[in-house]
């Protein structure tokens, strides 16, 4: 990696819309720093920059090409989902809750086990950055709950008009899609058009997502957060889901 920055404390990412990977054998790989060091993650998620590392590993930030997205209008609902969320909707002690605890929905999506994957790359320090914007205000988190308990969730990132979509979990069958349903409806209600995925996954391509190019998701993306004047109420519950139905 020998020509890719390194960055310390006070250096600026490389803009992956005007300049190539730095190192074309480790393509959409934009820089490495030893930490994620204060105000470093806002500055990434305006470029298209996101990281993405392990424990055992410095911090890598990343810009794919192509990059997955999800329009929320292109979210696929069958029948099957809308039949899972009409019971959701109907059951009293089932219930969304937006921001109310953004350190157990993060916890959660950590500690998942995920099928084909050891491990998890939400390390301690991960954690801590996320955790962080939340109290900004540019990071959220979606809980799904069953009588109290979490059963499912999911956090977003959000600058301007940008929804970046960052993980998701399930302790019971579906959790997470009505999350994601919730998520989608809530953005065609205020008028997000475009929920970053980062990478490619048949999960999300089963959703509604799909691969594009990265030129074009930088373009979209300063289009985005260009919208500063919108105004996002993270208040909502589980009756959004009712657009499903």
């Known amino acids: 990696m020998g020509q890719i920055s390194w960055l310390g404390p006070h250096d600026s990412f490389p803009n992956p819309r005007f300049e190539a990977d730095p190192d074309p054998s480790v393509p959409g790989l934009i820089a490495v720093s030893e930490r994620i060091y204060p105000g470093q993650l806002s500055k990434a998620y305006k470029l298209g920059i996101f990281p993405w590392y392990s424990d055992n590993q410095p911090v890598l930030w990343w810009s794919p090409d192509p990059r997955m997205v999800l329009k929320p209008s292109e979210f696929k609902c069958g029948d099957s989902l809308q039949k899972i969320i009409r019971h959701f909707c109907q059951d009293t002690r089932s219930q969304i809750l937006v921001d109310a605890d953004f350190g157990a929905v993060i916890r959660s999506c950590a500690t998942s086990s995920r099928k084909d994957q050891d491990g998890t790359w939400i390390t301690h320090e991960i954690m801590d950055a996320y955790t962080s914007l939340h109290e900004q205000g540019n990071a959220h988190s979606m809980a799904v709950t069953e009588d ?98």
């Open 148 to 245: 109290g308990q979490i059963i499912g969730g999911l956090y977003c990132v959000s600058f301007g008009g940008m929804v970046f979509g960052e993980s998701m979990f399930s302790r019971k069958s579906n959790a997470s899609k009505i999350a994601l349903a919730a998520l989608t409806a809530w953005c065609l209600e205020i008028g997000v058009t475009m929920i970053d995925c980062q990478q490619e996954t048949a999960h999300l391509h089963s959703l509604g997502a799909a691969p594009i190019p990265r030129q074009a998701f930088l373009e979209q993306l300063q289009v985005c957060l260009n919208q500063s004047n919108m105004k996002h109420s993270w208040t909502f519950d589980k009756t959004i889901l009712h657009h499903w139905l």
